[in-house]
Each structure stands twice: as structure tokens, then as C-alpha cells.
């Protein structure tokens, strides 16, 4: 299985940018989705195949990366920005990270 | 608006069955891949079932092969997880979800509880 690694815990202030890193165990060319999810709510597509704005989603959210390291970076931070996010990679079957939760100081 | 509703949840003894529910509208549902994702209390995302669209390919996690089975009926715009065999480990919120270009998750059903417990 690939296995995409996460940190657990970010905390920024309102305004700054942050970047959310997710690292794979192997390769997974840029097949590489992020998610936003919510207490209490089900997970949303922010971007997909590493770069690409979800329909819908503030430009406020970018992605990058290709071959095993990824970001997603928000800039500026507001505050409904507090979450929990996920990346997923769909490269190899299907598998997520253990999502990185994000605090709005 | 695209939209999908799980049903079917529900407390569970183990080594039972059941079988999980998701209503689609707003989209052409048969010209969607479809999959199922659970989450376990306070845990991250787990995939448990991919079905292309005309039902004819499955794909499933070790985890989860020969007890989950998946099946649409796109004449209903629907989507079942018949869940056998069912574990604790099983206990989690499952959702259902549209599945994009390149195997993305671009819309998420609310989400239906199992609790697997005696």
C-alpha cells in the first residue's frame, strides 16, 4: 500500500499562509487529491491531481507537488478555515493520509 | 445539485450483516464511477469499495475483500454496501461518493453510522 504522511497538527493566525505537506511512501506521478472536512461534516474536494481548484473552492487554496512530496497552501488564512484535511492518492488503489488539523489561533 | 444520501446504518452484532444505502441525484449517476469511504470514530478516511459504471468492475481493500460487496442499479440512481461477516474494526461512518477524473472523490454524502458491538 502507499502510505501518505501527514503532519498532525498545524495552528496559524488569521491572514498568514500556511502550507500542509503529504509525503508518499513511493511515487504516485500527480495523482493527488486534497480534502477539507469539517467537525461534524463530510469531507469536500479542494483540489485534484495535485494543482487543480475544485470547482467552487476560493483561490485562497493552491496545491503543488509531484512524484512523492505534495503541498496544500492557503493564503490567506481565514477563519472558517479551521479543519481537518486529508490527502489522498488514487495512483495506486485508493489511500488517504491520517489528515493534518489545522487551528485558526 | 448534485446530491447523495446513505441510508441503511445502525447498530450491528458482529458477525451479521448489512447493507448500506445511497440515493444520487442531481447528475447523470451511470456515467460515474462510485465508492464507498468509511471513517472510524475520531479516525481518518479509509477507502472500502470502488464500482465502475456499469457495475461490471469491483475493487475492494484487503481489509474489506470477500465481506463488502458493492452494486448500483443505475435504472434507481443508486448505491449499496452489502457488509457481511461485519467486525468491530467495521464501526465507522461510511459514506458514499461520486468519483472524478483520476479517481478524485468530488461530492460526498452525508454519511451513514454502523456500530458493530454485542
Known amino acids: 500500500d502507499t502510505v501518505l504522511t501527514q503532519s498532525p497538527a498545524l495552528a496559524v493566525s488569521p491572514g498568514e499562509r500556511v502550507s500542509i505537506s503529504c509525503r508518499a511512501s513511493?511515487?504516485?506521478?500527480?495523482?493527488m487529491h486534497w480534502y477539507q472536512q469539517k467537525p461534524g461534516q463530510q469531507p469536500k474536494l479542494l483540489i485534484y491531481?495535485?494543482?487543480n481548484l475544485a470547482s467552487g473552492v476560493p483561490a485562497r487554496f493552491s496545491g503543488s507537488g509531484s512524484g512523492t512530496d505534495f503541498t496544500l497552501t492557503i493564503d490567506p488564512v481565514e477563519a472558517d478555515d479551521t479543519a481537518t484535511y486529508f490527502c489522498?492518492?488514487?495512483?495506486?488503489?485508493?489511500?488517504f493520509g491520517s489528515g493534518t488539523k489545522l487551528e485558526i489561533k | 445539485e448534485v446530491q447523495l444520501v446513505e441510508s441503511g446504518g445502525g447498530l450491528v452484532q458482529p458477525g451479521r450483516s448489512l447493507k448500506l444505502s445511497c440515493a444520487a441525484s442531481?447528475?447523470?449517476?451511470?456515467?460515474?464511477?462510485m465508492a464507498w469511504v468509511r471513517q472510524a470514530p475520531k479516525k481518518g478516511l479509509e477507502w472500502v469499495a470502488t464500482?465502475?459504471?456499469?457495475?461490471?468492475?469491483?475493487y475492494y481493500p484487503d481489509s474489506v475483500k470477500g465481506r463488502f460487496t458493492i452494486s448500483r442499479d443505475n435504472a434507481k440512481s443508486s448505491l449499496y454496501l452489502q457488509m457481511n461477516s461485519l467486525k468491530s474494526e467495521d464501526t465507522a461512518t461510511y459514506y458514499c461518493?461520486?468519483?472524478?477524473?483520476?479517481?478524485?472523490?468530488?461530492?460526498w454524502g452525508q454519511g451513514a453510522s454502523v456500530t458493530v458491538s454485542s
Open positions: 461518493a461520486s468519483m472524478g477524473i483520476s479517481y478524485v472523490m468530488d461530492a
Open positions: 442531481g447528475f447523470t449517476f451511470s456515467n460515474y464511477y
Open positions: 464500482i465502475s459504471t456499469s457495475g461490471s468492475r469491483t
Open positions: 513511493e511515487g504516485v506521478n500527480s495523482y
Open positions: 491531481k495535485a494543482s
Open positions: 489522498q492518492q488514487s495512483w495506486n488503489d485508493i489511500t
